[in-house]
């Protein structure tokens, strides 16, 4: 069967985004934050939203867009210190480990990925 991409998913190929993205461990303690930039190349309801930053590494989020939010005019800076302008979107999302650490070697970790459906608040 054909992934179905709704004409909002679609229309994100080749914009901006800056985004946020924060860990939390399995007891809801925040464990780090990120920001990434990068242009939306690939766009699939089943496997997510596919960045590509400037260093040409690729990054996929959720297909969701409810975290999606058009970003204000201006300056913003990554965790690498790179100068984004007038990124199309600001995005964030909230992770979290829903799995202990403590698993057996082999086992994996699990994360749930939340999205943040209210706007950012920049400045």
């Not at 939390?24 to 939306?40: H, S, Y």
């Not at 867009?65 to 300056?75: D, E, I, T």
């Not at 984004?84 to 799995?99: A, E, G, M």
């Amino acid at each position: 069967m054909a992934d179905i991409l709704s004409p909002k998913l679609a229309a994100l190929i080749d914009k901006r985004a800056l985004v946020g993205i924060s860990y939390f461990d399995i007891n809801g303690d925040a464990l780090q934050q990120r920001m990434l930039a990068g242009t939306v190349v690939r766009v699939t309801a089943k496997d997510g939203i596919t960045l590509r930053q400037n260093d040409d590494e690729e990054f996929t989020l959720p297909s969701s867009m409810a975290s999606w939010f058009h970003a204000p005019a201006g300056n913003y800076k990554t965790d690498s210190n790179e100068a984004i302008s007038n990124p199309d979107y600001l995005v964030t999302w909230d992770v979290y480990r829903c799995q202990d650490m403590d698993k057996p070697e082999g086992e994996h970790q699990w994360w749930e990925w939340v999205a943040n459906t209210t706007p950012p608040s920049v400045g």
